[in-house]
């Protein structure tokens, strides 16, 4: 099986270093990964034409462009429209969520999270699994 190609979108690079080691180290939940980061949502713009990925996370907040504008680009791209896409953000109220998921993200989930949360929402998302967006489901 080869390696599950996921796109991690983060301006803080502690962030970014956590969310890489906690899927590299998941591979029991996620599976074999190629992670490749970018320190903004326009870094994100940039690298999308060298895609597919198979999963996109990413921060809300960031400069230039954010997590919900690049989660509209993505759905908008006859490319990358099918691509699941979990965001991750401080900003954790129901409204900022729904927000989220309106625009087309496949998951939603707050910070701080443990590495296994983080994986198992990675997992829910590269094996197609239902949304966790759903009531009761």
Do not use: W
């Amino acid at each position: 099986m080869t390696a599950r190609r996921i796109l991690v979108v983060e301006d803080s690079v502690s962030m970014r270093s956590f969310v890489r080691n906690a899927l590299e180290a998941g591979t029991a939940e996620v599976g074999e990964v190629e992670v490749t980061e970018a320190s903004s949502g326009f870094d994100a713009l940039r690298l999308l034409p060298r895609g597919p990925y198979d999963l996109v996370i990413t921060d809300i907040n960031m400069p230039d462009v954010n997590g919900l504008e690049l989660v509209q680009f993505i759905r908008k791209s006859e490319r990358h429209k099918a691509t699941p896409v979990l965001l991750i953000s401080t900003q954790n109220s129901d409204r900022d969520r729904e927000r989220g998921l309106a625009l087309g993200a496949n998951d939603y989930l707050a910070k701080p999270f443990t590495p296994e949360n983080l994986c198992s929402a990675a997992s829910r998302q590269l094996g197609g699994g239902a949304s966790p967006a759903e009531p009761n489901g």
